[in-house]
């Protein structure tokens, strides 16, 4: 299968710029660059938009009717889905693993303009997966055609989709002349780490990819970005065979819990803001940076080296927390 014939819906305006963070570099004493794919547009957008580009055209090839996901309550997941299927003539329902605070803002807030149908289900973490199935399966008897993307859209195709950002990042360093010793990321339902380790060894290049967790544990994180990479490979009919230290995943950022604040987060958001004006959000990107900030700290990314913060996006979440980032 080649990715250039899976068919595509388009949504991100692509490529997202890769940009110099000069003053936060100085102070960290490490080159850090920013691939902002907060900035790929659709409906506010985030890494999710790349990933449904490809999923909502396997929905329509499928001739669904409505695409059905869940999430927490300020999930950017659930609302750039009820967005992607609004703009591909099709319903949207957002099943939330718990109740609203009673707050109608963020995410929670632009899902209600899309006019998307809320369902509401006290989950396990456990089980999350297993009630979008059980929404899935009661839209069916009532004779709609639902097509379920699981929990952050981390599929293999959207694996894929971030196959591809990486060889549009690849083409960008080597345009500016730039050489990468790391690139660090937001690991959550784990797909986009996945994407972008399958697209490194996809395009043979060696770049490290460090993901910081922000919800699951570490070994539950090598366990899904090795399954997510395999399912793409599998998929592709390609040899994307992963060594054993090729998925790397900090775990020490995650806080009292996902989308809870930690303060170091809280810092991070201020301080790329204050330095660069560039917006991080508190459950994802805020963590992620609190993440590479201490392993410079720690040593782990040398002093004078290049490390590219990969910014998936979530800015509509900092509305929804607003006490945490202030
Ligand atoms: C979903 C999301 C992530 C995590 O991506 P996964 O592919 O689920 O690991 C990171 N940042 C933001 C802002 C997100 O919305």
């Known amino acids: 299968m080649e990715i250039s014939s899976l068919p595509r819906f388009p949504l991100a305006t692509l490529?997202?710029?890769?940009?110099?963070?000069?003053?936060?570099?100085?102070e960290l004493g490490v080159r850090v660059v920013m691939k902002r794919d907060d900035l790929t547009g659709f409906a506010m957008g985030g890494n999710k938009a790349r990933k449904l580009e490809f999923l909502v055209a396997d929905a329509l090839e499928k001739n669904c009717d409505?695409?059905?996901?869940?999430?927490?309550?300020?999930?950017?997941?659930?609302?750039?889905?009820?967005?992607?299927?609004?703009?591909?003539?099709?319903?949207?329902?957002?099943?939330?693993?718990?109740?609203?605070?009673?707050?109608?803002?963020?995410?929670?807030?632009?899902?209600?303009?899309?006019?998307a149908e809320l369902v509401y289900a006290e989950a396990d973490k456990h089980e999350t997966e297993l009630v979008v199935q059980r929404v899935c399966e009661d839209l069916r008897a009532q004779g709609r055609n639902p097509y379920l993307i699981p929990v952050g859209g981390s599929t293999k195709l959207g694996?894929?989709?971030?196959?591809?950002?990486?060889?549009?990042?690849?083409?960008?360093?080597?345009?500016?002349?730039?050489?990468?010793?790391?690139?660090?990321?937001?690991?959550?339902?784990?797909?986009?780490?996945a994407g972008i380790l399958a697209g490194m060894k996809f395009y043979n290049s060696p770049i490290p990819v460090h993901g910081i967790t922000v919800s699951r544990a570490r070994?539950?994180?090598?366990?899904?970005?090795?399954?997510?990479?395999?399912?793409?490979?599998?998929?592709?009919?390609?040899?994307?065979?992963?060594?054993?230290?090729?998925?790397?995943?900090?775990?020490?950022?995650?806080g009292e819990a996902y989308a809870k604040i930690t303060p170091a987060a809280r810092a991070a958001i201020q301080r790329v803001a204050r330095l660069e004006g560039i917006f991080l959000d508190p459950v994802y990107t805020g963590k992620a940076m609190a993440g590479l900030v201490d392993l410079v700290e720690r040593g782990t990314f040398a002093p004078g080296s290049t490390i590219l913060f990969w910014h998936t996006g979530g800015a509509p979440g900092i509305f929804g927390f607003p006490l945490d980032v202030i």
């Open 15 to 26: 490529p997202t710029p890769l940009d110099e963070l000069p003053r936060l570099s100085q």
């Open 66 to 115: 409505m695409l059905v996901t869940g999430g927490g309550v300020q999930s950017n997941h659930i609302r750039t889905t009820a967005a992607a299927a609004r703009k591909a003539g099709m319903d949207a329902v957002g099943v939330f693993f718990s109740s609203p605070s009673g707050e109608v803002n963020g995410n929670f807030l632009l899902d209600q303009i899309l006019g």
């Open 159 to 193: 694996v894929i989709s971030y196959m591809l950002a990486v060889g549009e990042l690849l083409e960008q360093i080597r345009a500016q002349n730039l050489s990468l010793d790391a690139v660090v990321v937001t690991t959550g339902s784990c797909g986009t780490h």
């Open 219 to 254: 070994e539950e994180c090598l366990e899904r970005v090795a399954r997510l990479v395999n399912e793409a490979a599998q998929f592709l009919e390609r040899e994307l065979a992963l060594n054993e230290n090729d998925v790397i995943v900090h775990d020490a950022y995650i």
